[in-house]
């Protein structure tokens, strides 16, 4: 399960189940959500022990260090073990989860069309002139 060769960045996220899928993983590291030393990381680069990234995921920002290299995904309480989560404990509250609007296609009530109780009772005033 320990890999001793290399190991790219996109498949370790992925393996310590920072993310769910590796197409996920690589596609944070594209558009710059995970950081070497400040500095952008391609979904390639080489894992090595003791590195520290910055990721940011949705949920929030990571700080981690790399204790050990995991090639496989693993159940979550044996994959913790390959990381060390070195986030400051400010940053931890910084990110907080906006889920998208929730939408129904429902619209709301009272706004937008008139229903046929309202309907009615409009013709009913119009009829009464």
Same mark, same amino acid.
């Given at each position: 399960?320990?890999?001793?060769?290399?190991?790219?960045?996109?498949?370790?996220?992925? =393996?310590?189940?920072? $993310?769910?899928?590796? =197409?996920? !993983? !690589?596609?944070?590291?594209?558009?710059?959500? #995970?950081?070497?030393? +400040? %500095?952008?990381?391609?979904?390639?680069?080489?894992?090595?022990?003791?590195?520290?990234?910055?990721?940011?995921?949705?949920?929030?920002?990571?700080?981690?260090?790399?204790?050990?290299?995991?090639?496989?995904?693993?159940?979550? =309480?044996?994959a913790?073990?390959?990381?060390?989560d070195? /986030?400051?404990? %400010? *940053?931890?509250?910084?990110?907080? $989860?906006?889920?998208?609007? &929730?939408?129904? +296609?429902?619209?709301?009530?009272? #706004? +937008?069309?008139? /229903?046929?109780?309202?309907?009615?009772? &409009?013709? *009913? &005033?119009? %009829?009464?002139?």
């Amino acid at each position: 399960m320990i890999k001793k060769e290399k190991l790219r960045i996109d498949k370790y996220l992925w =393996s310590i189940r920072l $993310f769910k899928t590796r =197409s996920l !993983a !690589a596609e944070a590291c594209e558009k710059g959500k #995970v950081k070497l030393n +400040g %500095d952008n990381v391609k979904p390639a680069k080489t894992v090595n022990l003791n590195d520290e990234y910055e990721v940011k995921t949705e949920a929030r920002k990571w700080v981690i260090k790399v204790t050990g290299l995991l090639e496989t995904r693993l159940a979550y =309480s044996e994959a913790i073990k390959y990381y060390e989560d070195i /986030t400051p404990p %400010d *940053e931890l509250n910084s990110i907080t $989860f906006q889920p998208a609007a &929730f939408n129904t +296609g429902k619209r709301l009530s009272k #706004v +937008g069309r008139p /229903t046929k109780k309202d309907r009615r009772s &409009f013709e *009913e &005033f119009m %009829d009464e002139d």
